[in-house]
């Protein structure tokens, strides 16, 4: 038995149990001897010095960089630059020795690493390889292929996205296990599917070209992959059980993907991708398929081994919850939205627009953001509180999706340019408040308000502003209290013009069931509703008591019944994914 038992996910043995085994205590075995022996067998020759530097290379970073979940500088992180330097070996056996291990440290470290620790790392290895250039790899068709790829999903092709796509393909030539890491809307899910269409473009094209085949081997191979949400079901579903009554074996997802996979002759490439948190229920069980058994345990008793074209991707926001075992096993790819910025989000997003929203008036939207998006990120992190945490790309995403919520039928209709200039402006100011100001609490409105008054009419220092609004919010009261019209030149009129001043009761309704309209529920309701028919999914946060329920239940009740069905749940601690599907798909005719 070999178990390393002080950490979550494991279990003690039970004394009983311990007795009958001879316990053998292991210890750190030298690193610096087993890089060096790798290394001659690889067909180095100056091996002795090259293992020591990668020895030092991994101590002074654990020593100097960061904590970090995912950092690991054991054995198997060792093993991985070890692999990568005979394969780089392999490809070019005149390049000098310290050059190519000094590429296999970068390739398979740099990933992994947040961007404040990169120059720390480039530091440590400039003083073990002093004057020891890197060359760089020659990836002009792969990002020829990967402009195509993004030209084709409406994407980006920025600097990061391309490095990223790199690092990953470069990762899934050393791992067969591997990580992305990284917060919401820094495009995880996007550099994968980008990179399967990369490998099936070019090996199409080497295809064409009859030189797909090189000693025997593809140069590219195709990429399959299927989607799993781990944490969708539950782990009977996910891995097989036995009934509790016929005690009758039942297979899971995983081991029929991995059974259908394993058994699959093509060449190609298998990707198991499983999309969603990490913890350590799920990922142990994984254990012996990421090490270098390559084999999926069952509790049946049976095992599957994963062919050679297979790979395991996980997908998630952080590490938290894994244990040390599991993250030296799994290569890391880090990602971050700060690196990839909000631009390459808006340019997509005005690529998709509809053609009746014509080129000056793109080019305006451009330029507003581009003026005020910035200011408004920093105003709202430094001086605002938020009911609950958002990131800066998802407040820049609130902003276009209901600003394209709001480019209706009216918008199609009118033909006058200037009219339409005047509409996309003042939508502008509207739609910054309910997007970078909706999530405020009650005084960071007041704080909001003021700041965005003065910072559109060209007010606050440092922040030029030279693009003019016809139309502005009035004076009087604050900006959340005002809606913006498409009518005439378009105006600003305050919510409570919108409400229906006299309360009538439906049939048997009794005055204590009567909802008195108000600002709020007239200003609530209308955002819904917008929302609703542009099919945005809605979160209404803030603190008990202020009727989020009320304006919810309201607005789904008056919708019309022949293009929509309420469905209305509960949750609690108890709630379980399969009661919740099962309840939605009752609802649904078959």
């Given at each position: 038995i070999t178990m390393n038992p002080g950490y979550a996910g494991r279990s003690e043995l039970p004394d009983n149990l311990k007795v009958l085994f001879r316990t053998v205590a292991m210890m750190v075995p030298n690193y610096a001897m087993i890089a060096e022996i790798q290394l001659y067998s690889c067909g180095y020759i100056d091996a002795r010095a090259l293992g020591y530097k990668i020895v030092t290379t991994y101590k002074l970073c654990s020593e100097q960089l960061s904590s970090q979940f995912h950092y690991d500088y054991g054995m198997r992180a060792v093993k991985a630059v070890l692999r990568s330097a005979a394969n780089l070996k392999?490809?070019?056996?005149?390049e000098k020795e310290d050059v190519l291990l000094l590429r296999a440290i970068v390739d398979v470290n740099l990933p992994k690493f947040l961007s404040h620790d990169i120059p720390l790392f480039q530091g440590i290895i400039s003083d073990l390889f002093p004057g020891v250039e890197r060359p760089e790899a020659d990836y002009n068709e792969f990002t020829t292929a990967a402009q195509e790829c993004c030209n084709e999903l409406g994407l980006q092709l920025t600097e990061t996205f391309l490095k990223k796509l790199i690092e990953t393909?470069?990762?899934?030539?050393?791992?067969?296990?591997?990580?992305?890491v990284?917060?919401?809307?820094?495009?995880?899910?996007m550099v994968l599917k980008v990179l399967a269409g990369v490998l099936n473009k070019l090996t199409d094209k080497h295809e064409a070209m009859g030189d797909l085949i090189q000693d025997g081997d593809p140069i590219y191979r195709r990429a399959q992959y299927s989607i799993i949400n781990p944490k969708s079901i539950t782990m009977g579903q996910l891995f097989g059980q036995f009934d509790p009554v016929s005690h009758e074996w039942t297979d899971g997802i995983v081991p029929n993907e991995f059974r259908r996979m394993a058994t699959d002759t093509s060449p190609d490439r298998h990707w198991v991708w499983?999309?969603?948190?990490?913890?350590t229920l799920w990922i142990e069980s994984m254990n012996t398929v990421l090490d270098d058994n390559k084999k999926l345990c069952l509790m049946s008793g049976e095992i599957i081994a994963m062919s050679g074209t297979m790979s395991l991707i996980f997908e998630?926001?952080?590490l938290s919850q894994a244990s040390p075992a599991t993250v030296s096993r799994c290569g890391m790819i880090y990602l971050e939205p700060v690196q990839l910025g909000w631009r390459p989000l808006v340019a997509s997003w005005l690529h998709a627009l509809p053609a009746f929203v014509t080129a000056p008036l793109r080019e305006l939207l451009q330029q507003m953001l581009e003026t005020f998006a910035d200011p408004l990120l920093d105003f709202v992190r430094k001086q605002c509180t938020l009911f609950m945490p958002v990131d800066n790309l998802m407040l820049v995403n609130n902003f276009l999706r209901f600003f394209r919520a709001h480019c209706t039928d009216v918008f199609a209709a009118e033909?006058?340019?200037?009219?339409?200039?005047?509409?996309?402006?003042?939508?502008f100011l509207y739609s910054v408040v309910w997007s970078f100001g909706s999530a405020l609490d009650g005084n960071s409105r007041k704080l909001f308000d003021a700041y965005f008054r003065r910072l559109y009419a060209n007010e606050v220092e440092d922040v030029p502003v030279d693009i003019k609004f016809p139309v502005a919010f009035p004076d009087d009261g604050l900006v959340y209290d005002y809606v913006f019209q498409t009518q005439g030149k378009g105006k600003f009129k305050k919510w409570i013009q919108t409400v229906n001043e006299s309360l009538e009761?439906?049939?048997g309704q009794k005055l204590k069931d009567a909802l008195v309209p108000t600002v709020d529920t007239a200003r609530y309701m209308a955002l819904l509703g917008v929302l609703i028919e542009a099919k945005l999914p809605v979160l209404f946060v803030g603190p008990t008591g202020t009727g989020k329920s009320v304006y919810a239940t309201e607005k789904i009740m008056q919708l019309p019944k022949d293009a929509y069905s309420p469905m209305f749940l509960t949750f609690s601690a108890q709630t379980s994914a399969n009661a919740t599907q099962n309840f939605i798909m009752g609802k649904l005719d078959k």
């Open positions: 392999l490809k070019f056996p005149e393909y470069e990762m899934l030539l050393v791992r067969h296990g591997f990580m992305m990284g917060r919401p809307f820094s495009a995880k899910t499983f999309d969603g948190p990490v913890d998630n926001m952080d033909t006058n340019g200037k009219v339409l200039d005047g509409w996309v402006r003042g939508l009761l439906k049939r």
